[in-house]
């Protein structure tokens, strides 16, 4: 269906990330707290700035004070 030859192919896609996976897990608990605050904050920095709004988004009308 996928056309893809190689019986194992999800095997190693999935051992590749399951790698991946582990080695971010072992750097990121050997991170001091501040190491971790600093790398959260780039994360979110990235994350924030990548995200859109739907395209049905309308926004919320300011109320008067």
């Known amino acids: 269906r996928?056309?893809?030859d190689d019986p194992f192919?999800?095997?190693y896609r999935q051992g590749i990330f399951a790698t991946l996976s582990l080695m971010s897990v072992l750097v990121i608990s050997s991170l001091s707290a501040t190491g971790a605050?600093?790398?959260a904050a780039v994360a979110l920095l990235i994350i924030?700035?990548?995200q859109e709004l739907p395209r049905h988004?309308?926004?919320p009308a300011k109320r008067p004070h």
Do not use: E
């Open 57 to 59: 988004y309308v926004a």
């Open 9 to 11: 192919y999800f095997l």
């Open 2 to 4: 996928l056309g893809i």
């Open 37 to 39: 605050r600093r790398l």
């Open 48 to 50: 924030d700035r990548h």
